[in-house]
């Protein structure tokens, strides 16, 4: 995947090119409209949007799908989306990950009125496309309405290998994206990083009315561990406290080296009380966690301070908020979370019937 920008539009040319040549008895304005705009896009969604969108155009499908694996997870995008259970087994099996987590995405390109189909959908009739085979894995998927004649056949080609270029380009650059917003140390987001993200959080949050909160949290006492055992042991221990918090996070939620050994978690969908919730859980499991460092075993705690979104914040309140709730916490003595629990349950805010639990609430305390 090193080519270049260029190289990539020109491949892009390349295809429509080779489109016109291939497809026989299709309307090539509307082919080569639809291609041009798969690859101006820069995110699978959109890619996939425009794909499924042609294909129903131009064909018509009963079930349009697309897998995308890599080391550590699987997407899958489908449409409609009353098959997605269904679907969501198929590809986890033609993928051999059956035990892998899987994050499903909805399209809403179904132009016909889906409420009179069942919730079920022979799968053996799916026809797949190889659309990526290296370090990542894609496949596309159609269930057509029809049998698909030649000319079918042409440009279903046609568009595979437009979204095969446009899919490499959208990965370059979010793999070049990704390389200036991780911290190199903690492989977590950068300060960067989170400015640009959290204001698109804050107003999706407000768009769709969804909650949003913040855990804001530092290791206590950081500076003896550097002048003890060294900087090369703070950076370990760093490291490893990083990896301990993203193993106990959901994939949506993300961690952030806001500064030294200070840390911001945002909790995208998440309520103040979930929030409050799963930092006295982290709280816990860092101050249970050993860390070895050449020659000895090390202990470590953390203040945490914790915010939810609301109509006053701004990015700069919210997180200002959460840092002097934390800064509250390490005046109250360490190794404590801001708000607590109790103030917590006597708060209709946090009580409410709606607002449901996203993490465990067992052994928090």
């Known amino acids: 995947m090193g080519r270049t920008i260029k190289q990539l539009f020109t491949d892009a040319i390349t295809s429509v090119e080779t489109g016109y040549r291939a497809v026989r008895g299709v309307d090539y304005q509307i082919l080569s409209q639809y291609i041009l705009k798969i690859n101006t896009h820069k995110d699978i969604d959109s890619i996939l949007a425009e794909v499924s969108q042609c294909l129903q155009d131009m064909l018509g499908y009963e079930l349009f799908g697309f ?32 035990n892998i987590d899987h994050k499903m995405h909805f399209l809403a390109n179904q132009a016909e009125d889906i409420r009179h189909k069942i919730d079920t959908q022979s799968m053996e009739k799916i026809i797949s496309y190889k659309v990526m085979q ?5 496949r596309m998927y159609i269930l057509p309405k029809r049998t698909l004649l030649n000319n079918h056949d042409s440009i279903i080609s046609t568009i595979v290998r437009s979204l095969s270029i446009a899919l490499e380009n959208c990965l370059n650059i979010r793999n070049l994206e990704n390389a200036v917003a991780v911290d190199p140390l903690t492989n977590c987001y950068n300060r960067r990083a ?10 999706y949050a407000r768009r769709h009315r969804n909650s949003l909160a913040v ?28 990896g301990l918090i993203t193993s106990q ?26 929030a409050v919730l799963l930092a006295h859980k982290l709280r816990k499991a ?14 470590v ?25 934390m800064y509250q ?6 190794n404590a979370v801001v708000p607590s629990l109790l103030p917590c349950f006597a708060d209709r805010r946090f009580t409410a019937p709606e607002q449901t639990r996203k993490y465990p609430a067992a052994n928090m305390i």
């Open 286 to 299: 860092i101050a249970g966690h050993e860390i070895e460092i050449p020659g000895s075993a090390l202990h």
């Open 249 to 274: 996070v959901r994939k949506s939620d993300y961690l952030v080296r806001y500064g030294g050994e200070e840390f911001v978690l945002v909790l995208p969908d998440s309520t103040l009380y979930d």
């Open 67 to 98: 897998g995308l694996k890599t080391d550590e997870s699987l997407d899958i995008w489908i449409d409609p989306r009353i098959y997605g259970n269904q679907f969501a087994d198929y590809v986890k099996s033609d993928f051999l990950c059956q």
């Open 134 to 138: 290296d370090d990542i894995t894609a």
């Open 215 to 242: 855990i804001m949290f530092d290791l206590d006492n950081f500076k003896e561990i550097n002048d003890v055992h060294g900087h090369h042991a703070g950076d370990m221990v760093l490291k490893e406290i990083a």
């Open 329 to 334: 916490a390490k005046t109250n003595g360490k």
């Open 194 to 203: 989170l400015d640009n993200f959290i204001d698109n959080d804050i107003a």
């Open 301 to 325: 705690t953390a203040s945490f301070g914790v915010a939810g979104l609301e109509d006053k914040h701004d990015r700069n309140g919210l997180l200002r908020e959460a840092d002097e709730r």
